[in-house]
């Protein structure tokens, strides 16, 4: 049975100055993010990608068999689409040359926030994946979470966990 990717919205470009909650998973849901190099090799990818694409990141986290994000447009040309397409295309290149494995699901599943919604509210939800988990007792235990615009103390301090 083939499933339909999640539908993005009609009459939304998906560019400029937005927020949004991202989450792509791994191929087969396999447990992939387990070790330190893979998980910065995609990291890296994450940030340079986010850099020439024009998106910050302001909170991540790669879960065994996912990765969320909460990102914004720095840009009037930000393409929201155009980022996670390039960034699952060159991870999933470097990837595959070095694990020799499929990286990605198709598609991935994304919330656009809207102007009064909280976003230190989706950055708390992200860090706090792991927690509910049950991968680790405390977040600021958890390796493979991080923010590209604020320490990982200061973006800890500012949702108060």
Same mark, same amino acid.
């Given at each position: ?45 994450? =940030?340079?990608? $986010?850099?020439?694409?024009?998106? *910050?990141?302001?909170?991540?986290? %790669?879960?065994? &068999? ?31 040359? =070095?694990?020799? $494995?499929?990286?990605?699901?198709? *598609?991935?599943?994304?919330?656009? %926030?809207?102007? &009064? ?31 590209? =615009? ?7 301090? *500012?949702?108060?966990?």
């Amino acid at each position: 049975m083939t499933r339909k990717p999640p539908p993005r919205l009609r009459c939304f470009d998906y560019t400029g100055f937005r927020r949004y909650f991202l989450t792509i998973c791994t191929h087969h849901r396999a447990r992939v993010f387990i070790e330190d190099d893979r998980v910065a090799m995609i990291t890296a990818q994450l =940030t340079r990608i $986010a850099a020439a694409e024009r998106f *910050s990141v302001t909170a991540y986290c %790669l879960m065994p &068999d996912h990765i969320h994000g909460l990102v914004e447009g720095q840009h009037d040309a930000a393409d929201f689409r155009k980022f996670v397409r390039m960034f699952k295309q060159q991870s999933s290149f470097h990837w595959k040359r =070095t694990c020799g $494995a499929t990286l990605w699901q198709r *598609s991935y599943f994304e919330h656009v %926030l809207r102007d &009064d919604e909280d976003g230190l509210r989706v950055a708390k939800y992200i860090l706090e994946n792991p927690l509910r988990a049950g991968l680790v007792a405390r977040v600021e235990d958890y390796p493979y979470l991080g923010s590209m =615009t604020l320490t990982v103390r200061d973006l800890l301090y *500012s949702i108060q966990l």
